[in-house]
């Protein structure tokens, strides 16, 4: 393609995006009135955070929101499990079995009954309490939830229809259609990262760790990425338990070595083992925190970033007289914006890569067989008794 | 002392200020830190045009890593303006 056609292609996209940016940013769901200010802290957040229905678009006065099944535990009312279209609408939300889905009007009836403001701001939005305020569990199916259900179908799809490939041809033809895709990043994780980590012996057994969680992730990032998906791996519960995996893997295949290590450590006077031990022990838990924290912070981030981005146009075009400073700075928006969604399609490769790679570390570290330590004389016996003598 | 004091007063809603100016710092450190592994990887393929793919991915890596603590300090500048 010659560059002329590259860059008439490109600017017909970028037409074509200013086109359907009214219809993918007015996601507010909130009527705004006429004169009210653009609450762009509330869509950003609408967006990010979990909810009990699925809201993908608002085209003028249609909401296209999914409701999603409510599954509660109470030790008073026992289990109940209905709809959450049975809450009402966003705006007029009702009681509903005893049970209240809090959202601002809720917290401004507990501010009006006399509720202190410190435990009106502690009560999560968007989360379900008990009328009378006992105790509640939430097992919902939250759009999170489905959102990973989806995920995980898709890699059961994707992996068994290529497996089934192989196990059909053995190892002995030349792959084909969708194994060509999968096989290089399957073979990339085995020898960049499993391998060079593990040591050849041993990384067999963590393969499938390494795997799951590379792919789970990436394809997570990617779906979090569309308009109207939900952001999974930009919630620090998600990724909290992904680092719990990997510190669990770490710490029950440590081998007598790596305790040793951590504990008391060889060849270090006492006085320094005393400020060395607790910096291990903090050490062994800061790991998998950084893990958690790393891929919730840059899916997060990245997905703020965009949202923003579009907000500004409505920021814009409710500043002034008339909407024009928002129609206006549309297309810079647009502009950054498909840049900034490029940056997240790297990115969300990058950290389920680091994710991966960090693990594979660690898990390494844990396993690794003692070293020998050269004696005296500088020989090191571990290679041959027979030292070549210059 | 009292000068301080007026001005800290007249300044409502100072965890604001403080969250977003603290998400600017890490901007800054992000900046700094991922333009100057760009340096070093660039001064590398210079002397090496040999390495370019390793130094490149390197490089890549690298710049994730400080790039998420950039993004702690950006998370905790938003907790300060939420929260």
Request: aromatic share 10%.
């Amino acid at each position: 393609m010659s560059c002329k056609r590259i860059f008439s292609f490109f600017l017909l996209v970028l037409t074509l995006s200013v086109a359907s940016l009214p219809a993918f940013a007015n996601e507010g769901a909130k009527e705004v009135k006429e004169g009210e200010k653009f609450n762009a802290s509330e869509v950003i957040f609408g967006h990010i955070s979990d909810a009990h229905e699925w809201h993908f678009f608002t085209a003028g006065d249609f909401h296209a929101t999914l409701p999603l099944p409510v599954i509660l535990y109470s030790p008073t009312k026992g289990v109940s499990v209905f709809s959450s279209s049975k809450f009402g609408h966003e705006g007029h939300r009702e009681e509903y079995e005893g049970y209240r889905l809090v959202d601002e009007n809720y917290k401004k009836e507990l501010d009006a009954k006399g509720m202190a403001a410190a435990d009106v701001k502690a009560i999560k939005d968007g989360s379900i309490v008990a009328a009378d305020g006992s105790k509640v569990y939430d097992f919902s199916i939250t759009k999170n939830v489905l959102s990973m259900f989806i995920s995980v179908i898709l890699l059961i799809l994707i992996m068994t229809s290529v497996a089934k490939k192989y196990k059909k041809n053995h190892v002995m033809t030349a792959p084909s259609g969708f194994q060509n895709a999968l096989e290089p990043i399957i073979v990339f994780v085995r020898d960049e990262v499993a391998k060079p980590n593990l040591g050849s012996k041993n990384y067999v057994r963590f393969m499938p760790l390494l795997l799951t969680v590379f792919f789970f992730i990436w394809i997570n990032n990617m779906l979090g990425l569309f308009p109207g998906g939900a952001n999974l791996t930009g919630n620090i519960a998600v990724t909290g338990c992904l680092a719990l995996v990997s510190f669990l893997v770490m710490v029950f295949n440590g081998n007598k070595h790596f305790w040793g290590h951590l504990l008391n450590p060889p060849g270090v006077p006492i006085g320094v083992k005393l400020i060395l031990v607790p910096i291990e022990i903090i050490s062994l838990f800061i790991k998998p925190i950084a893990l958690m924290i790393r891929l919730f912070a840059n899916i997060l981030a990245g997905h703020i970033i965009i949202l923003s981005i579009v907000s500004i146009i409505f920021i814009f075009g409710k500043m002034g007289a008339n909407p024009g400073g928002g129609f206006g700075f549309s297309v810079i928006s647009v502009a950054f914006s498909i840049f900034m969604f490029f940056l997240e399609l790297l990115v969300a490769a990058i950290q389920a890569f680091i994710f991966t790679n960090l693990t594979a570390v660690f898990v390494g570290q844990a396993i690794e067989e003692a070293h020998h330590h050269a004696d005296e004389g500088g020989f090191d016996h571990a290679h041959s008794n027979e030292e070549i003598i210059l | 002392m009292s000068l301080l004091n007026t001005v800290l007063l007249a300044i409502d809603g100072t965890a604001a200020a403080g969250g977003a100016i603290g998400a600017g710092v890490a901007a800054l450190a992000a900046g700094l830190g991922i333009g100057q592994i760009g340096k070093g990887a660039v001064e590398s393929i210079a002397r090496q045009p040999e390495a370019a793919g390793d130094i490149r991915s390197s490089m890549i890596l690298t710049a994730a890593f400080v790039e998420g603590v950039a993004l702690f300090g950006v998370i905790a500048g938003l907790l300060a303006v939420v929260g």
